[in-house]
């Protein structure tokens, strides 16, 4: 089956974490393709940004509340569930037991969107499943030692996720998240934290930086999972750039772009001892059989995330749920 035919029959999908830093990027994309998109909130309603969104209709249900999930999918009755929403809180996620509870509605939603007609499951992974050691972190062959409850919990959901919809005749895809960026990014992560630092005259201290990372702008890595989901691809597939950029080499970029370089203070800050010295995705899956190819390079990306703070660092705009 072609990506245009598996796409021509899945028009109705149902995306979680539709507030949250990936899943927002998601829809208009998703609307552009044809789809009849159906968003979930967990708040009373959506921003009034997203409310706005031409296409979509909104839908309310806390998912880790069990009673909502199959009232939503009777509802919605997705052809395809894009899932998203997760725990993401920087200094949180990597340790909060609620990463299982996440786990357990995320099975819960799979078996009730199968139940309700979904042919085809997509949910976000991330590059904490793996061993990281010199090489890329391939698909196939890099192994699954996560050190975190987070990276754990992901590397359960996908199997068993895998494992149900062999079971069941439902096609699943699960696409593992590396480092993103760009707007609406919680204030604190790397990125934000070191652009709103220096907008405001202040000094970003930094580690030494010498670490190597795959960094991806958040509307590229929303393009990649909506170009998963128009696919026939089955199985875990790595969303990153495929290049490797030493955080010193990102955040002096930052610093030249808005023209205060003085104020980046690399190694005030100590590494981490479990800080791995390299993460990069090996991305031949996303390029070759998924067909996606990045639309901004990391500098272009670095520009459009600085513009966009400029105008909105006052509001200090948290993070939704979302998955990275």
Known sequence: MSAATAEAHTRRILVTGATGFIGRQTLPLLVER??????????????AERAGEAGVQW???DLLDPASIDPLCERVRPDVLLHLAWVTTPGVYTRTPTNLDWVAASLRLARSAAQHGATRL????????????????????????????????????????DAFAS???????????FFLYGPHEHPDRLVASVVRALLAGETAACSVGTQERDFLHVRDVAAAFV???????????????GDALTVRDLVLEIGEQIGRP??????????????????????????????FRPSFTWQQGLRDTIA?????????????????
């Not at 079971?167 to 998240?177: D, M, S, T």
């Not at 001892?273 to 090996?282: I, L, Q, S």
């Not at 966009?308 to 990275?324: C, D, F, K, V, Y």
Request: glycine residues 12%; aromatic residues 6%; charged residues 20%.
């Open 122 to 161: 997509v949910s976000a992974g991330t590059c904490f499943e793996y061993h990281h050691g010199p090489g890329d972190c391939h698909e196939t062959t890099t192994v699954l030692t996560p050190d975190t409850l987070y990276g754990a919990s992901k590397v359960a959901l996908g199997g068993l996720l």
């Open 308 to 324: 966009w703070w400029r105008t909105h660092r006052a509001t200090n705009p948290p993070e939704g749920e979302s998955s990275a």
């Open 34 to 47: 044809g789809f009849e998109v159906h968003a979930l909130s967990s708040q009373a309603a959506p921003t």
């Open 167 to 177: 079971e069941v005749g439902v096609a699943n895809a699960w696409g593992r998240v």
């Open 227 to 241: 170009a998963l989901v128009g696919s026939d691809v089955r199985g875990a597939v790595n969303i990153g750039s």
């Open 262 to 291: 003085d104020l980046i203070a690399l190694g005030a800050r100590p590494l981490s001892p479990r800080d791995p010295p390299r993460v990069v995705a090996h991305t031949g899956r996303l390029r070759d059989e998924v067909g």
């Open 59 to 61: 839908h309310r249900a």
